[in-house]
């Protein structure tokens, strides 16, 4: 596009709430045959809430919330936010006195599983599934089931494991953003298909893509595997968008044809994007493309 046609889209993405970095990504939005959206925080709203909390070993709700919220009160998570206000909440009611917790040593992230650290002299680990497949710790049949039952209504199964053994469990819901299913039948009607890409489990990523109607998933992944993702669609010649919102899609954004970050997400995500939905909507993927679209057949 020449510098003046450019120049036109960018003033008219602004004033819609859609930054767009460089020409090259309004050059190149027009021809995405393929969106690729981060689940988390973009598909859905983001702000996950504890739905239900569980015990499995001898350990007491209040000495379970108390070592949660020592570990995940250090993670910028999402869901650790959820997962830290929810066991707050309990250790009130089970006749905590004092806002103070443990402290928490050897702090550790396990990007795309969950964190660790110890608390006191004991090893606690909050996560996922893989988490504790990586720590040896084993997962009981009843546990298995309370992972199933959840994760096949979209919730997220948060584990912890005290020394080895699991004691307890956060489930956790993010409902869908409501525009998310409107957006993506949209997107079908301009020849355009969509997939999940998570780090979250299979089960959880089928049932958020059923409800808003996505064909394809990609789950259980790493932030590297969600980029390999992104290349292995334009290895098949397609011209890429990506949506997401985390650190975690900053590698797969900037692989992406056209990078789309959400407004409300991290900073390294924003600059790692090409063009940034301010208002956070996924209704302006579309804006993004059609106003590529128009000013690209203006200039031909
Ligand atoms: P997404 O790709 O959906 O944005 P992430 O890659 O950030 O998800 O995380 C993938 C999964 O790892 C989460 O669904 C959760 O099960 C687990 N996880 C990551 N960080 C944490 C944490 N701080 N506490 C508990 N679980 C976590
Ligand atoms: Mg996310």
Same mark, same amino acid.
């Given at each position: 596009a020449t510098p003046t046609a450019v120049m036109v889209a960018s003033g008219m993405g602004a004033s819609l709430g859609v930054l767009i970095k460089g020409g090259d990504a309004l050059e190149k939005a027009h021809k995405v045959k393929i969106v690729v959206f981060d689940k988390t925080g973009t598909l859905t709203v983001g702000k996950p809430v504890v739905v239900s909390a569980v015990l499995? *070993?001898?350990? !007491?709700m209040e000495e379970l919330c108390d070592m949660t919220v020592s570990v995940e009160? !250090? *993670?910028?998570h999402p869901i650790a936010k959820a997962v830290v206000a929810h066991a707050k909440r309990l250790r009130q009611k089970f006749g !905590?006195?004092?806002?103070d917790v443990p402290d928490v040593k050897d702090f550790e992230v396990h990007v795309g599983a969950g964190v660790s650290g110890k608390v006191g002299k004991r090893t606690v680990l909050v996560g996922n599934k893989r988490l504790m497949h990586a720590c040896n710790v084993p997962i009981c049949s009843e546990v298995e089931r309370y992972i199933c039952e959840n994760e096949i209504q979209a919730r997220t199964c948060v584990l912890v494991s005290i020394d080895g053994k699991i004691a307890g469990a956060f489930s956790v819901s993010d409902p869908v953003k409501p525009e998310a299913k409107r957006v993506i039948s949209f997107l079908h009607s301009m020849g355009i298909s969509s997939i999940i890409v998570t780090g979250d489990n299979f089960a959880t990523a089928i049932a958020i893509a059923n409800e808003v109607g996505i064909d394809e998933i990609f789950a259980e992944t790493n932030p590297l595997g969600k980029a390999d993702k992104v290349k292995e669609l334009q290895m098949k010649g397609m011209t890429v968008a990506m949506v997401g919102d985390g650190i975690n899609d900053s590698p797969a954004l900037v692989a992406a044809d056209v990078g789309m970050a959400? #407004?409300? #997400?991290t900073d390294i995500a924003i600059e790692a994007?090409?063009?940034?939905l301010v208002k956070s909507s996924l209704e302006d993927v579309v804006t993004a493309i059609d106003l590529s679209r128009k000013s690209m057949s203006r200039i031909r």
């Open positions: 499995f *070993s001898e350990f !007491s009160a !250090s *993670s910028e !905590s006195r004092t806002e959400i #407004g409300a #997400g994007a090409d063009i940034v």
